[in-house]
């Protein structure tokens, strides 16, 4: 009854210069598209390949199941979505480093790589998290957006100079240039971020900006991380299975 009577509110709410609440909407439709692609993609890669597009899949998918609720919230409230939001990227941004692993297996990456980048990944969001929704007064973002940047510096290190990336140049080929295109998207895409949070929190230039402007750039960064990081792997999958056919 609950779900029912915000989509009502939803659609009766509907206004035509609500700009963010667009781009929640097209999120849901790119997100659901996205997952079609890589899901109805998968029979044609062998076994080691589909893992990791239907990983892709799965980032796709769970973004767009949160863009559903966030679209209506946005609607319903006016509000940035930011509890849906971080529960979205608790889950993705994880798998995005289960991606890296993947890729490098061949290479003989060990799970401990994997395990280590999740667990960055993870600090980073809970402190984001507690500097945009919990402690988001005084010098609460800038210091909990400072923890959360280290832990970002740190996965950003360990992909372009660490091990990883040793494991990278080991594999060469067509694992060592995807590699390091997955490396600029998490150097360049998800700095996009931080900037969103910077416009969003306070201290910084918020009270410039009208409300939702965080959310029009955490938009348009998912869109380009999740989709685009996909596609990456789906491109390397491809590739692969030529070289096998
Ligand atoms: C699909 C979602 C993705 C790839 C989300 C990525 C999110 C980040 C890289 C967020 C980073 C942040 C900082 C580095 C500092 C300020 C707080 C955050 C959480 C916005």
């Given amino acids: 009854m609950k779900t ?9 709410k509907l206004d035509p210069t609500d700009y963010v609440g667009f781009t929640f909407f097209v999120g849901c439709m790119a997100m659901m598209a996205a997952s079609a692609f ?5 029979n044609q890669f062998d076994k080691k390949w589909r893992t990791s597009v239907l990983v892709s899949g799965l980032i796709t998918f769970i973004a767009a199941v949160h863009y559903f609720y966030m679209r209506d919230y946005w609607a319903v409230n006016m509000e940035s979505p930011t509890f849906f939001r ?19 297996k061949v290479a003989g990456a060990k799970p401990a790589l994997m395990w280590k980048l999740i667990a960055f990944s993870v600090i980073m969001l809970v402190t984001g998290y507690f500097g945009e929704a919990v402690y988001n007064t005084g010098s609460g973002p800038a210091v909990w957006g400072a923890i959360s940047g280290a832990a970002y510096f740190y996965i950003v290190y360990e992909i ?5 990336k040793k494991l990278a140049v080991n594999a060469g080929g067509d694992i060592l240039k995807a590699h390091k295109i997955l490396c600029w998207f998490v150097l360049v895409g998800w700095a996009i ?8 929190t306070e201290g910084w230039y918020n009270s410039i900006l ?14 380009i991380n999740k989709i685009g990081f996909g596609l990456v792997i789906y491109a390397l999958a491809v590739k692969k299975n030529e070289v096998h056919n």
Avoid: H
């Fill in 4 to 12: 029912f009577l915000s989509l009502v509110d939803v659609t009766s």
């Fill in 38 to 42: 890589f899901f109805l993609s998968l």
């Fill in 86 to 104: 971080y529960v979205d990227w608790v889950l993705t941004v994880p798998l995005m480093c289960v991606e890296f692993y993947l890729i490098l």
């Fill in 160 to 164: 372009w100079f660490g091990s990883a």
């Fill in 193 to 200: 971020y931080p900037l969103g949070y910077m416009m969003g």
């Fill in 210 to 223: 009208p409300q939702g402007g965080i959310d029009v750039v955490y938009n348009l960064a998912d869109a």
